[in-house]
């Protein structure tokens, strides 16, 4: 048997009401905390919160509030000025993944110095120890909180780097699924079917390993059992806490086993189209386990019998299609876009296909599918999923 590595942060908090303990946390690793986060969670209330949290813990703060977006080099390059002039010693984010992405780089850059890209496929390593970080999630759906890596886009050549090294794991993650209650409904959706993607995508990884798919499967069938409920009911308390608990179950798994050709396909249209994340992964899913359908029979027929009722008797190859199925109309009863319908020009989204594939394969996440594509496969793919009919 192979030996497996397997890392979280240091220290999880996770229930309702657990931003409480904010202050008492950071107040064990530093005095100034830098405070990553965006406008909306200012308008909320919640980066108010934080400073008073925070004070009461004799920890001051200073502000970083325009990670409003999908994380950029301009975004670090600012928020690292904040921290640097502020001389902190501790970061604290809270938001979506943006801001937990941004933070994540800030904190690394800060004591490594350097670009942020430069960290970029391992090209520099960080030898010194980061800015400690406490991440405090919004939504239940990146997971950024619990993994080793961060996406920034390259604003020069649009291109979103995915940069994974252990100096990006948080410290500290504080999930309070209290603090997702705020959240639209079609955030909910974006970002709960970008946790399934993590979920799903982990356990049918080559880096899979039996401690993640523990993770994968506990996630898989949470997200599933409550997704259209708190999308369509996101006052229910009981199920947005499931919900929070199994992106930070998922996102465990993939920082551990990695995603595959979903998010390897999703960043590109991200950098180039700037759909958020979690849409363009959902834009992605169905059309991408139809083709991985056949290298990976065995585990999508394994995933059917635990989140599908009825599956005595039948083959794997209908509990494949059978769990193909549900994920499609589960997107199309979250009523997710497909990329016209997002409103990609048909032209445009041609003439970029073509740096598209190369780019998702740059990243190296679809080598840990277990059907690894051709640059032609994936350009086949992306037109497959431009007008992509979820309904069908």
């Not at 928020?79 to 938001?95: E, N, Q, R, S, Y």
């Given at each position: 048997?192979?030996?497996?590595?397997?890392?979280?942060?240091?220290?999880?908090?996770?229930?309702?009401?657990?931003?409480?303990?904010?202050?008492?946390?950071?107040?064990?690793?530093?005095?100034?905390?830098?405070?990553?986060?965006?406008?909306?969670?200012e308008k909320f209330g919640y980066v108010e919160r934080c400073v008073n949290l925070l004070k009461e813990s004799g920890v001051e703060s200073a502000l970083y509030l325009d990670a409003n977006t999908e994380p950029t080099d301009i975004f670090v390059d600012d928020a690292l000025k904040v921290c640097k002039d502020f001389d902190a010693d501790v970061i604290v984010t809270?938001?979506?993944?943006?801001?937990?992405?941004?933070?994540?780089?800030?904190?690394?850059?800060?004591?490594?110095?350097?670009?942020?890209?430069?960290?970029?496929?391992?090209?520099?390593?960080?030898?010194?120890?980061?800015?400690?970080?406490?991440?405090?999630?919004?939504?239940?759906?990146?997971?950024?909180?619990?993994?080793?890596?961060?996406?920034?886009?390259?604003?020069?050549?649009?291109?979103?780097?995915?940069?994974?090294?252990?100096?990006?794991?948080?410290?500290?993650?504080?999930?309070?699924?209290?603090?997702?209650?705020?959240?639209?409904?079609?955030?909910?959706?974006?970002?709960?079917?970008?946790?399934?993607?993590?979920?799903?995508?982990?356990?049918?990884?080559?880096?899979?390993?039996?401690?993640?798919?523990?993770?994968?499967?506990?996630?898989?069938?949470?997200?599933?059992?409550?997704?259209?409920?708190?999308?369509?009911?996101?006052?229910?308390?009981?199920?947005?806490?499931?919900?929070?608990?199994?992106?930070?179950?998922?996102?465990?798994?993939?920082?551990?086993?990695?995603?595959?050709?979903?998010?390897?396909?999703?960043?590109?249209?991200?950098?180039?189209?700037?759909?958020?994340?979690?849409?363009?992964?959902?834009?992605?899913?169905?059309?991408?386990?139809?083709?991985?359908?056949?290298?990976?029979?065995?585990?999508?027929?394994?995933?059917?019998?635990?989140?599908?009722?009825?599956?005595?008797?039948?083959?794997?190859?209908?509990?494949?299609?059978?769990?193909?199925?549900?994920?499609?109309?589960?997107?199309?009863?979250?009523?997710?876009?497909?990329?016209?319908?997002?409103?990609?020009?048909?032209?445009?989204f041609l003439a970029a296909i073509d740096k598209m594939a190369t780019d998702a394969l740059a990243s190296g996440s679809p080598g840990n599918n277990p059907r690894v594509p051709t640059h032609e496969e994936i350009m086949d793919l992306y037109k497959i999923c431009y007008d992509y009919d979820f309904s069908k």
């Amino acid at each position: 048997m192979s030996v497996s590595k397997f890392e979280m942060p240091n220290h999880v908090l996770y229930g309702a009401d657990s931003l409480n303990q904010l202050g008492e946390v950071t107040a064990k690793h530093g005095k100034k905390a830098l405070i990553v986060s965006d406008r909306m969670m200012e308008k909320f209330g919640y980066v108010e919160r934080c400073v008073n949290l925070l004070k009461e813990s004799g920890v001051e703060s200073a502000l970083y509030l325009d990670a409003n977006t999908e994380p950029t080099d301009i975004f670090v390059d600012d928020a690292l000025k904040v921290c640097k002039d502020f001389d902190a010693d501790v970061i604290v984010t809270i938001g979506g993944g943006s801001c937990i992405d941004t933070a994540k780089a800030v904190s690394v850059v800060a004591t490594n110095g350097g670009y942020i890209g430069d960290y970029m496929g391992g090209k520099t390593m960080a030898s010194v120890p980061p800015i400690p970080l406490i991440a405090v999630p919004t939504t239940a759906g990146t997971g950024s909180e619990a993994t080793d890596v961060t996406v920034i886009t390259n604003t020069k050549e649009d291109i979103k780097m995915m940069i994974k090294q252990h100096a990006f794991l948080p410290k500290v993650a504080i999930v309070d699924p209290m603090l997702t209650m705020s959240a639209p409904n079609h955030v909910t959706a974006a970002t709960g079917i970008d946790a399934l993607c993590h979920a799903m995508e982990s356990y049918i990884s080559k880096k899979a390993q039996p401690m993640t798919r523990i993770f994968s499967k506990s996630a898989i069938q949470s997200i599933v059992q409550n997704i259209k409920h708190v999308y369509n009911h996101g006052d229910d308390v009981v199920a947005r806490e499931k919900l929070s608990l199994a992106a930070l179950e998922a996102g465990v798994a993939f920082s551990n086993a990695s995603v595959t050709l979903v998010h390897g396909m999703s960043r590109p249209v991200g950098a180039m189209f700037h759909v958020p994340h979690g849409v363009s992964n959902a834009m992605l899913l169905p059309a991408v386990l139809e083709f991985t359908r056949e290298a990976a029979m065995d585990d999508l027929a394994d995933l059917s019998q635990l989140i599908l009722p009825n599956t005595a008797g039948k083959s794997k190859e209908e509990l494949t299609d059978e769990l193909i199925k549900t994920v499609k109309e589960l997107c199309s009863d979250l009523e997710i876009p497909n990329m016209k319908g997002w409103g990609i020009d048909p032209e445009e989204f041609l003439a970029a296909i073509d740096k598209m594939a190369t780019d998702a394969l740059a990243s190296g996440s679809p080598g840990n599918n277990p059907r690894v594509p051709t640059h032609e496969e994936i350009m086949d793919l992306y037109k497959i999923c431009y007008d992509y009919d979820f309904s069908k």
